[in-house]
């Protein structure tokens, strides 16, 4: 997205003009499941030129028998990335926002600090926990007062198994994006997009809802006040604060839920057109002006889940990148080391496979040998097994093509949307053969959008949160967003060409 040249240090090039009282600068936060992206947003006169900072690898690890993040190592990573930002705007920065993936959260101690590294939504503890939720409280009553989808990595079910494993549920929590904008300076906030996916958020009132709270033996005063994206929730201090550029730093919630922030990205118009957030998870939907809590949508385990402006994104988790990632690092702990480019090629050549499999099968949602773990799936079906390692690339693709096929259908029956497009954002966004697959199994025109539009969303939300575009009900106007990611957008380059800056 380098819309403006630079030298070879980053650093816009001596003569070029940056004017912060006019056009501000800004830093982005991504935190993936894989991957965490740091960008720096700065103007040469009105055009923008967002560079990514720093990437680095994100992963959950083992731990004493459960699958946790190193939270230290997220926030250390985020902080160096940011003094990389500083030295490179001496202009100074206007302000933060911090996205990442939903459902997540950290257990805080009395001064602020994280009890333990957080769980990570893939730990099977949950799925114990969920049935004895169901049993205090039914699945269709949540989603009736949600309007969420059931899914064992729910926030709410994670909660509740803290307290089936001896925490107190009186200690206060916070979501992972939230909880880093905290650590540099900002109040301890619930963003009501990151809030709506806990499955906790009552749909009419947006606000928590104390019926569900009580059945899963939750306290609602451990849960953070909710706001809207496009909150000041403070400065920046600390050691960072010591920095020039840091010394009137706002922190903004942005959408704190990456896939609304990858939403908000999208400039598009109109009621015919669908998304696909595409990466470890795909997320495919539309956006709504209010919520769908028919019976077909309870039926079809979609989920409203809070957008900008007040707009819901109805959508469903189908499972995505996590596939082939998985099967990828098997392969190689077998000695077959394959790269996207080789494996997606080989992918090209072959003929679609004769049959596809559930990719959405809750067994593929856990770590393992995946595989091993297809396999078994086909096995059942009575399927034969995949040998050739790109023959198994290529089932997971088709799989993955068919199953967006069913839901948009389903999406566009329980609408009434007619539907002719499909934006596909987000690093899967970049996988052409997938794209290909994708728009014939639907019938629909596909275009492939930014594969760092959850950055660029969260930008817009920044500056229209800045522009004093803010109502009191809603946070920033959807309308006011989407101006600013088409002009944001303008004149970005392929994905590929982002250069990432060294961390020093």
């Known amino acids: 997205m380098n819309a403006v040249p630079q030298g070879r240090d980053g650093k816009l090039r001596q003569g070029d003009m940056v004017n912060p009282a006019r056009n501000p600068t800004l830093v982005a936060v991504d935190l993936g499941a894989e991957s965490c992206r740091i960008s720096l947003l700065r103007w040469l006169d009105d055009n923008p030129n967002i560079q990514l900072i720093h990437r680095f690898a994100n992963a959950p690890v083992r731990e004493q028998g459960t699958l946790r993040w190193d939270i230290s190592r997220i926030c250390d990573g985020v902080e160096e990335s940011l003094r990389t930002c500083a030295e490179l705007a001496p202009e100074g920065i206007a302000a933060i926002g911090v996205d990442g993936w939903a459902v997540d959260y950290v257990r805080l101690d009395e001064t602020g600090h994280p009890l333990a590294n957080p769980f990570c939504y893939r730990d099977e503890r949950t799925l114990a926990s969920q049935k004895q939720v169901h049993s205090r409280i039914s699945a269709d009553r949540l989603y009736s007062l949600t309007g969420i989808q059931t899914l064992p990595l729910n926030t709410l079910y994670q909660l509740h198994a803290d307290g089936l494993q001896g925490t107190s549920q009186n200690t206060q929590w916070v979501n992972l994006p939230e909880f880093v904008m905290s650590r540099l300076g900002g109040k301890v906030v619930s963003e009501y997009t990151n809030a709506t996916h806990t ?91 209010s919520p769908c809590l028919s019976s077909k949508a309870e039926r079809g385990n979609f989920s409203n889940e809070g957008g900008i402006g007040g707009k819901i994104n109805f959508l469903k988790n189908v499972n995505g990148m996590w596939l082939l990632h998985q099967c990828m690092q098997y392969w190689q702990s077998q000695g077959h080391t394959w790269t996207w480019d080789d494996l997606l090629n080989e992918c090209g050549r072959l003929s679609p496979p004769a049959f596809v499999f559930d990719v959405d099968d809750p067994d593929l949602l856990l770590p393992g040998n995946m595989p091993a773990r297809i396999h078994a799936q086909l096995e059942r079906a009575g399927r034969p097994p995949i040998a050739e390692e790109p023959a198994m ?112």
């Not at 849960?223 to 922190?251: K, Q």
Request: glycine letters at 10%.
């Open 199 to 289: 499955q906790m958020v009552k749909i009419d009132s947006r606000a928590w809802c104390e019926e569900i709270f009580a059945a899963a033996g939750l306290d609602l005063k451990a849960a953070p006040p909710i706001v809207w994206p496009g909150t000041n929730v403070g400065r920046v201090a600390g050691r960072l604060a010591r920095l020039p550029a840091f010394r009137e730093t706002r922190l903004i919630a942005p959408a704190c839920h990456d896939t609304a922030s990858a939403i908000a990205g999208i400039s598009a118009q109109g009621e015919d057109w669908a998304f696909i957030s595409s990466g470890t998870w795909s997320l495919v939907g539309c956006a709504l002006s």
């Open 393 to 504: 690339a290529n089932l997971i693709l088709h799989s993955l093509a068919a199953r967006y096929a069913a839901v948009l259908r389903d999406l566009a029956n329980i609408t009434g949307r007619c539907l002719k497009r499909i934006c596909v954002v987000g690093g899967g966004s970049r996988n052409s053969l997938l794209n290909r697959l994708t728009e014939k199994s639907t019938g629909l025109e596909v275009a492939a959008g930014l594969s760092e539009s959850a950055t660029v969303g969260n930008l817009a939300i920044q500056l229209a949160a800045l522009g004093g575009d803010y109502r009191r009900n809603v946070g920033v106007s959807a309308a006011a967003v989407a101006e600013w990611a088409g002009r944001l957008a303008v004149g970005a380059s392929a994905p590929a060409q982002i250069e990432s800056l060294p961390v020093r």
